[in-house]
């Protein structure tokens, strides 16, 4: 008995294994480049689903922003139209994993590019450069910048790398943070908190919700390189990104991309472009 009960085990470890073999399979998409597939007419993109003017998925099934436009424009480049395009979720925490285990061709989704997050996958880019802002009622005029916070209320998102700076950094402006941006707006919007603060272009993407409602103001006070996320290694796939990038801003597109997406509805000048880092 002793003997069949441990044939059982045995048995039953060796199914749960290779179920899980298969489970990860699934997951792993198949071994092809992005390039690979482009040949083949298909791509899967992350992007963000819930960040106006960036990455947002809207109410008719659609998808609009920024780095929609980004990742069509670069899609095409790579001889796949926008039909061919199929936009996966990618949530910041899973980003880095929807990469490595396949599941997506390549991200555009605010990803700043990091030496932590190179470890793990390659980047393109940068296609944008983003940097700390503030954003404040329409009608403000007290508010011009990060020299003019002392004593206000500046609210951004708990654990935040821009709550981070601001509590280290300006410590006589009061500090208000909540779980959402959308939390922080409100508070504005009662008068709760002088301004909100992020990413300049993240905050042009709620500023273009409501267009005469808010501002973004200042200069950018960080820097953070947006870049296109692929998988490690894939050198071939990444100089073509790289190209792509290169030609969307040189053909006046990007322009276009960033001001018919965020910056005309939020009154918000177009920055100057990036350089790509062929690293």
């Given amino acids: 008995m002793r003997i069949n009960r441990a044939l059982r085990l045995g048995v039953g ?7 899980a073999a298969t489970t990860a399979a699934c997951g792993s998409g198949d071994d092809k480049t992005t390039l690979e597939h482009a040949e083949e007419g298909k791509l899967t993109i992350g992007i963000k689903f819930d960040q106006p003017g960036l990455g947002q998925r809207n109410t008719d099934g659609t998808y609009s922003g920024f780095d929609v436009e980004v990742a069509k424009y670069v899609a095409g480049k790579l001889g796949v139209a926008p039909d061919g395009i ?10 880095e994993t929807l990469i490595e285990n396949g599941q997506v061709d390549f991200i555009v989704a605010t990803y700043s590019i990091t030496d932590q997050r190179k470890e793990k996958i390659d980047f393109a880019g940068p296609y944008y450069v983003a940097g700390q802002s503030l954003l404040v009622k329409a009608g403000n005029t007290d508010i011009t910048g990060p020299g003019s916070i002392a004593g206000k ?16 950094n300006y410590p006589d402006t009061q500090l208000q943070t ?10 504005l919007n009662s008068g709760a908190v002088d301004a909100v603060t992020t990413d300049d272009i993240i905050l042009a993407g709620y500023a273009s919700q409501s267009p005469g409602r808010y501002k973004v ?16 290694g894939d050198q071939e796939s990444r100089d073509r990104i790289n190209d792509a990038i290169e030609e969307m801003i040189a053909e006046g597109v990007w322009n276009k991309a960033f001001q018919d997406s965020v910056g005309r509805a939020a009154n918000y ?4 472009a990036p350089k790509v880092d062929r690293y």
């Fill in 269 to 272: 000048q177009t920055p100057e």
């Fill in 86 to 95: 199929t936009f996966k979720e990618a949530p910041s925490a899973q980003r």
């Fill in 178 to 187: 909540y779980d959402t941006y959308s939390l922080c707006l409100e508070g």
């Fill in 13 to 19: 470890a060796i199914a749960l294994a290779l179920i």
């Fill in 217 to 232: 103001v200042g200069e950018r006070f960080t820097t953070e390189n947006y870049g296109i996320g692929l998988m490690r």
């Fill in 153 to 168: 209320t500046v609210c951004s998102v708990k654990g935040s790398t821009p709550a981070q700076n601001i509590e280290k």
